[in-house]
């Protein structure tokens, strides 16, 4: 069994940085592809980026393609996304996933979720 806590969110001002942490427990980490997740106010979650269990393959939102970047490190259990030049529509609560599956991620079906932390970008 994999459990997932993130931190890391916060306020920041538009145009700043932030990364993102999603700590793991479970000694089958290493097995399971990784996902982050999003979700604003009144609208439905959202995909952001995925990692292969290798860390070889990622994948990411085209809303954040070249800002964001998803990395993993298995001896910690832990991943990460880093989040460049944020903009107020990256304003939302951020949720780490974990799938045996890569290629469901994008779907937004997995397996285990965690509890999200929030990101807010000021204008």
């Known amino acids: 069994q994999v459990q997932l806590v993130e931190s890391g969110g916060g306020l920041v001002q538009a145009g700043g940085s932030l990364r993102l942490s999603c700590a793991a427990s479970?000694?089958?980490?290493?097995?399971?592809?990784m996902g982050w997740f999003r979700q604003a106010p009144g609208k439905e979650r959202e995909f952001v980026a995925s990692?292969?269990?290798?860390?070889?393959?990622?994948t990411y939102a085209d809303s954040v393609k070249g800002r964001f970047t998803i990395s993993r490190d298995n001896a910690k259990n832990m991943v990460y996304l880093q989040m460049n030049s944020l903009k107020p529509e990256d304003t939302a609560v951020y949720s780490c996933?974990?799938?045996?599956?890569?290629?469901?991620?994008?779907?937004?079906?997995?397996?285990?979720w965690g509890q999200g932390t929030q990101v807010t970008v000021s204008s």
């Open positions: 996933a974990a799938d045996r599956i890569l290629a469901r991620m994008t779907s937004g079906i997995c397996d285990k």
């Open positions: 479970g000694r089958t980490f290493s097995t399971y592809a």
């Open positions: 990692i292969s269990w290798s860390g070889r393959s990622t």
